[in-house]
């Protein structure tokens, strides 16, 4: 079993859309939680952290479940500029990546 | 302007000929990573290091080597590429192993071994 997964896509939705991403985790020693976005051929860059209380930033929400080792990402009213593709990362001693979920916002 | 630089931005070499990667960050992190990305298969960790001299193998060091001399710069050395190791590398940082704040990237190095 993977450290982390996630469904590699791909969703493709219209603009104003809402898209939920989810995640699992196989080691429940895990300190910390993040999403990353990475656009084509591009370094993946932080999009937020994710608290066990869950946390908002704009359009994007991050929910942790430890209990059952996930965590989501919620994007409300998809933008254009959303499509990427969006990795999940969890700490344990070092950071473990998913392999992504790739998006693609359309007109 | 706090960043990770990686060079060369793109690299064609043939099987055998020994090669750098060169990381560089400005924001006095300890903890600094390479990663390398395939298709499919997500990041996936070469080598790591926790601070001036330190480093450890992560989940895919075959054919690389990687030093810490200095704590700005974490150059990754390929003595004999092969085509297995085509692939588009990532070079990290982090102030505090990546516990809390995550990481920074570089823009990557696309490398073609031939």
């Known amino acids: 079993r993977k450290e982390v997964e996630q469904d590699p896509g791909p969703f493709n939705v219209p603009e104003g859309a809402t898209v939920a991403f989810n995640c699992t985790y196989s080691?429940?020693?895990?300190?910390?939680f993040f999403w990353y976005r990475q656009d084509c051929r591009k370094e993946p860059k932080l999009l937020m952290s994710v608290y066990s209380s869950g946390n908002e930033d704009g359009r994007f929400t991050a929910q942790l479940n430890r209990a059952s080792q996930y965590i989501s990402l919620l994007i409300r009213d998809s933008k254009l500029s959303d499509s990427a593709t969006y990795l999940c990362?969890?700490?344990?001693?070092?950071?473990?990546f998913g392999a992504g979920t790739r998006l693609t916002v359309k007109p | 302007e706090a960043q990770v630089t990686q060079n060369p931005r793109y690299l064609i070499t043939v099987t055998g000929k020994k090669l750098t990667v060169t990381c560089s960050q400005n924001m006095n992190h300890e903890y600094m990573s390479w990663y390398r990305q395939d298709p499919g298969l997500g990041l996936r960790q070469i080598y790591y290091s926790m601070n001036v001299e330190v480093t450890d193998k992560g989940d895919v060091p075959e054919g690389y080597k990687v030093s810490r001399k200095e704590k700005r710069n974490f150059p990754l050395i390929l003595e004999s590429p092969s085509p297995n190791q085509t692939s588009l590398y990532f070079c990290a940082s982090s102030g505090t192993g990546g516990s809390n704040y995550g990481y920074t990237f570089g823009s990557g190095t696309r490398l073609t071994v031939v």
């Open positions: 080691n429940s020693a895990s300190q910390s």
């Open positions: 990362v969890v700490n344990v001693y070092d950071m473990r």
